[in-house]
């Protein structure tokens, strides 16, 4: 850590809070490499969880149009507003992320930025009357994606990016891209397929959503206080459309759940003490038939189009 950050810190009495997991980033070059990563430009709104004291923060609304910084920890909250204290395009919500209805959040950030926008250049050509509330309605559809981007806390790592992608996927508000830090194995696990150890139902979902790229390896020495374990940034574009092609997205999420709920059965074991559905083992022994997977597989051999075409094949029958 920084002279001067330690002082801002220790002038607020501040302490690292692990059950937060509280692990700051100083390295300036880091932490632009992680906001070009994200390819984040003049047009874009940014939400980044998690701000800490702010270094990234600072980064974003360098690059950004605005920024809504998130922190669930209200001591930090006083920092950051010295840190930040020089940006006008950032917005500081202190709440906790898993807590929050996101998809709201996001509608008052943008709502607000394109209202403060209007009546900016309405004041600018004296046309205030005709600023009203149908011109900048935070609540109608169309709204700009917004890009991700966090040195997310790991204690919850999965559970946020599985938040984003779930929401994000069922259209509660539009995205372009997450760009995070998570542990090393987290970020193994997001990219790998079958055959992996490491492969499973956040693999799957995250590559279903999205196209995952490992933009580079962080040793635990880059943070304060530094970690037990390594890190890595990974940037995740959202797909316009999926890859594949399920007939019921929930159904294709319940599949996978039930398949590797029981990662050491055979897939038609998982499928049937799992998946909730009323077909026989005979039944299910037949539908892999008929999707051409050997009657013994197992769920984690199956690739991200074959539980597609599981899926299909189920819904089909289900019918
Ligand atoms: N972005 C800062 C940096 O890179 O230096 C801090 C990253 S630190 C790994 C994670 C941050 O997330 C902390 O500031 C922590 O207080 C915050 N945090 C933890 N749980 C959170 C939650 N549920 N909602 C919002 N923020 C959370």
Known sequence: MNVAAKHVLDRHGFHFQKKYGQNFLFDINLLDDIAASASVGRQDFVVEIGPGMGSLTARLAQRAKKVLAIEIDGNLIPILKETLADYDNIEILHADVMKIDLAQVIREFIGQSERETIEKKARKEQIIDEITDATC????????????????????????????????????????????????????????????????????????????????????????????????????????????????????????????????KTLINGLFN???????????????????????????????ADFAALTNEIYRRKA
């Open 137 to 264: 309605d935070p609540t109608r559809e169309a709204l700009p994606p917004v890009k991700f981007v966090a040195n997310l806390p790991y204690y919850i790592t999965t559970p946020i990016i599985m938040r984003l992608l779930e929401e994000g996927g069922a259209g509660a508000f539009s995205y372009d891209s997450i760009t995070v830090m998570v542990q090393k194995e987290v970020a193994e696990r997001m990219v790998c397929g079958p055959g992996s150890k490491d492969y499973g139902a956040l693999s799957l979902a995250v590559q279903y959503y999205t196209k995952p790229q490992i933009v580079r390896e962080v040793p635990a020495e880059s943070f304060y206080p530094p970690p037990k374990v390594d890190s890595a940034v990974v940037h995740l574009a959202h797909y316009d459309k999926p890859p594949v092609e399920a007939a019921d997205e929930r159904l294709l999420f319940a599949l996978i759940r039930a398949s590797f709920n029981q990662r050491r």
């Open 274 to 304: 799992g998946s909730g559905l009323a077909f026989s083992k005979e039944e299910y022994a037949d539908i892999l038939q008929t999707c051409g997977f050997p009657a013994d597989i197992r769920g984690e051999k199956l690739s991200l």
